[in-house]
């Protein structure tokens, strides 16, 4: 159990465009999802956190109109990058959390590749 | 705020044999939660094993287990019996109050075979 499922895995895009990524539960209902950024070789970043029907909390230093978070129901979040430039070209994983609160377990999808030319 | 350290940027093992990553943290919670994830070369995040502050008893899946000193503030991970797949990056995390995970830096394991 406990599946998250991202899509798309790879995505190449202009400079200028933007790009939506999804995240899905499979198995659970995800009350809280989180949106994370990886360098190479690097930790993970959080970059905010949505619960289901409300808005999203960014980090601090994540610019929230460049990168908007929807999570419209309890088993998918999307992330947009708007306007996407080189410099947004990064490894970005979401997670997904059930319904047991701060404690619980929190399940990765298998990531995307941005990549901005 | 909270902080997670991971000191061993690399380590490696080999085959069957047993290896030890460490990881201290610093909080001032009561009640929290720590975890090891890895992180092979797909780079999807699996999830090694998860320990409650509460419990005193050290978590154990499998090969995997931790040494959780509450009061050192450190949470080891042990591999036992280590295999090829074993090798991946290993990151250590906190999750408190807020919900959010603080992840260490990550141990990059090398098994050699």
């Known amino acids: 159990g406990a599946v998250v499922s991202q899509h798309p895995s790879w995505v190449i895009c202009k400079s200028g465009t933007s790009v939506k990524i999804e995240c899905r539960s499979l198995?659970?209902?995800?009350?809280?999802m989180f949106w994370y950024r990886q360098f190479p070789k690097q930790s993970l970043m959080l970059m905010a956190t949505s619960n289901e029907g409300s808005k999203a909390t960014y980090e601090q230093g994540v610019e929230k109109d460049k990168f908007l978070i929807n999570h419209a129901s309890l088993t998918l979040s999307t992330l947009t990058v708007t306007s996407a430039h080189p410099e947004d070209s990064s490894f970005y994983i979401c997670?997904?959390?059930?319904?047991?609160?701060?404690?619980?377990?929190?399940?990765f999808g298998p990531g995307t590749r941005l990549l901005v030319l | 705020a909270q902080t997670v350290t991971q000191s061993q940027p690399e380590m490696s093992v080999q085959e069957a044999e047993t290896v030890t990553l460490s990881c201290t943290y610093d909080?001032?919670?009561?009640?929290?939660?720590l975890f090891w994830y890895k992180q092979p070369p797909s780079r999807q995040m699996i999830l090694v094993i998860r320990?409650?502050?509460?419990?005193?008893q050290n978590a154990t899946e499998n090969r995997f287990s931790v040494n959780f000193q509450k009061a050192a503030k450190s949470f080891s991970l042990k591999i036992s019996d280590s295999q090829l797949g074993d090798a991946a990056m290993y990151f250590c995390a906190y999750g408190g109050n807020t919900g959010k995970l603080i992840f260490g830096q990550g141990t990059t394991l090398q098994v050699k075979p």
């Open positions: 198995d659970f209902q995800a009350t809280t």
């Open positions: 997670s997904a959390r059930g319904e047991g609160g701060p404690g619980e377990t929190q399940y």
């Open positions: 320990q409650e502050a509460y419990k005193q």
């Open positions: 909080t001032s919670e009561s009640d929290y939660y």
